[in-house]
């Protein structure tokens, strides 16, 4: 079943803008069971080490996502946590939703939900031309506003080569910045983004094993 475009506006913007119901109320952010959170400080610019967390506390396999009959028909594919929810972004080439389906060079196909997991996030598949991942990822990073300590590294997702940036987004909305983290690879179809975002750094840091599951299976098609 593919997601209609409202999925792409987060909750927490959509809070400070006051965006309403139809009572007139202010739609809540839905409710989630936490799970428990890994521990661990921030990734040292340049190493090769996995994100902070994922070691000590490894994400359950869930089911896998981008192969033909899955959520998502994507150039990758890879295995999901378990309980994340896939959903495919409904018509992202429509120019009318592009400021929320297309991010610099890439285009938004699929988002995986952390809520039945007990997070508030979603880890996101975007899609690319033809061409160098990391000139692509450049460009998503280079793309998003209030991006800061933006650090780059070659490595691998799965078997294959890939390139990673970690970096920091300010919200002048809320005032906060927050940690966010991507990686890239080329595959014949053109460049792959998955990328992790989260409503804060503390989220964020607790989807991290649910990351690097994907990164450490990611596989061409």
């Known amino acids: 079943m593919k997601h209609p475009i409202r999925i792409m506006v987060p909750a927490a913007a959509l809070l400070a803008g006051g965006v309403l119901t139809g009572c007139g109320e202010v739609e809540p952010l839905p409710e989630v069971t936490p799970h428990a959170r890994p521990s661990g400080a921030p990734e040292a610019a340049g190493t090769e080490a996995a994100a902070p967390g994922a070691e000590d506390a490894p994400a359950a396999t869930g089911a896998a996502l981008g192969g033909p009959g899955t959520a998502c028909r994507l150039p990758v594919s890879f295995t999901l946590a378990k309980e994340w929810k896939p959903v495919a972004i409904e018509d992202p080439e429509n120019p009318e939703f592009a400021v929320l389906t297309r991010q610099g060079p890439a285009t938004v196909r699929c988002e995986v939900d952390a809520k ?40 691998k997702a799965g078997a294959l080569p890939a390139t990673e940036v970690t970096y920091t987004v300010h919200n002048e909305v809320m005032d906060e910045t927050k940690e966010e983290r991507a990686l890239a690879v080329a595959t014949p179809e053109g460049a792959v983004i998955l990328h992790l975002g989260g409503l804060d750094t503390e989220e964020h840091r607790a989807m991290l094993p649910a990351y690097e599951l994907a990164r450490t299976t990611l596989k061409l098609g």
């Open 116 to 155: 039945p997991a007990g997070h508030v996030g979603y880890l996101r598949v975007w899609t690319a031309g033809k061409g160098p991942a990391r000139a692509a990822l450049e460009g998503f990073v280079k793309a998003e506003k209030g991006t800061s300590a933006v650090s780059y590294r070659e490595t």
